[in-house]
């Protein structure tokens, strides 16, 4: 294939010295260095950079947080209260949605606020340097911590992640003369190439078995297995409780049909996106769509259980829709502030917006059959 132009970044020229010695390395190795190496990685880059390329839910309004809350303080109903509540959501960043969780349940759910273990999970340094700024009132009452990693074990509680699995890194294939063979990147001359291979690991065709997909002749795909891995290790570290992902997805059938022959890799910069997945390594975003099937199936292997899916439209309507969504309001508001608040929550349920881009997934463990308000048809 024809080299693919590429903005000369400090990690574009680590990486061709990489690959100059070793030879040709699998998508993942790439796109996990593109987005999470420790010094050039963009997810390491300071948040002003990312809000030039795309926002979150989190972004938006509180009400994303607060509705959250409502939803975990009936999980912690359905768990008969414990007297530790862990709330571990993944991916925290600088703790916004950690701050409008904590506000709420601490203005106006003191029972489960006392119960509470709220643990803000970032790899990166410099943003979970900046989550004391955020979470100091909730850390000084020992309601929320900090940390790097996912705790060990998590006796009974929720695990929770927004936008985090499209950011883990995929291996790339392609069916070619009937065989699955997977997709390197290379050099060609100065510059960053496809390659095709033999697959890198076994692991990658009991992917598809597993789902029962058989791609097309031709087709492009991606594998997201360092998402299953995840989820398995989530639902091993949990006692009882939920697993909560917000992410844009599908089901197996329908992420691996004719209308992804290409797959869904994007790369976005400036609230752009495109194909071009190879220039300035390091400075724009790379994501996959997630494949629900197959987390709700390694997710099984770690002792999870499907809870539901919907739409994010239909969870926050489906909790708001008691109190009709006085969450929203901050005491004290104009009707004019009001009006302007209700306008943000369109973005977060109308379909134009995020509403029906982005899916509810949830698993449960330690707990027969629950039934989540967040879960239920309006």
């Not at 909730?138 to 911590?145: L, N, S």
């Not at 400036?270 to 709700?296: C, I, K, M, W």
């Not at 009707?335 to 698993?363: A, C, H, S």
């Amino acid at each position: 294939m024809l080299p693919r132009a590429a903005t000369e970044t400090p990690l574009a020229l680590l990486l061709k010295a990489r690959i100059r010695e070793q030879g040709a390395i699998t998508f993942e190795e790439y796109m996990r260095e593109c987005l999470y190496h420790p010094e050039h990685g963009y997810y390491n880059a300071q948040e002003a950079r990312r809000f030039a390329d795309y926002y979150t839910s989190v972004d938006v309004h509180p009400i994303f947080g607060r509705l959250l809350a409502r939803q975990c303080a009936e999980m912690w109903n359905l768990l008969d209260r414990p007297e530790h509540f862990w709330v571990v959501e993944v991916g925290a960043g600088k703790g916004r949605l950690a701050k409008h969780f904590l506000d709420f349940v601490a203005r106006g759910r003191r029972d489960l606020y006392g119960s509470l273990q709220y643990v803000a999970v970032e790899s990166s340094a410099a943003r979970r340097a900046a989550q004391g700024a955020e979470l100091a009132p909730h850390a000084e009452a020992g309601r929320a911590f900090s940390g790097a990693e996912l705790p060990a074990g998590i006796s009974v509680g929720c695990v929770f992640s927004n936008e985090l699995l499209d950011a883990l890194p995929v291996h790339r294939v392609a069916r070619e003369q009937g065989a699955l063979r997977e997709i390197y990147v290379g050099l060609n001359g100065e510059g960053f190439c496809e390659q095709m291979g033999p697959p890198s690991t076994p692991a990658l065709a009991e992917y598809f078995r597993a789902q029962g997909i058989a791609l097309l002749e031709g087709q492009q795909a991606e594998a997201g297995l360092a998402a299953c891995e995840w989820m398995e290790d989530v639902g091993r570290r949990l006692g009882r409780g939920f697993v909560v992902t917000v992410d844009y997805g599908h089901e197996a059938r329908e992420l691996y049909n004719q209308l992804h022959a290409r797959g869904t890799l994007l790369a976005y910069q400036r609230h752009r996106a495109s194909e071009d997945y190879f220039r300035a390594p390091g400075e724009q975003d790379l994501t996959a769509h997630v494949n629900f099937t197959a987390l709700d199936l390694w997710g099984r292997r770690g002792g999870l259980l499907r809870t539901g899916q919907v739409s994010q439209a239909q969870f926050l309507l489906a909790l708001g829709r008691s109190n009709e969504f006085a969450d929203l309001y901050d005491e004290g508001q104009s009707e004019l502030e009001r009006v302007r608040v209700r306008l943000l929550l369109k973005n977060l349920i109308y379909p134009e917006g995020m509403g029906e881009t982005f899916r509810v997934f949830v698993q449960h463990k330690g707990i027969e059959a629950p039934r989540l308000t967040g879960l239920q048809p309006l």
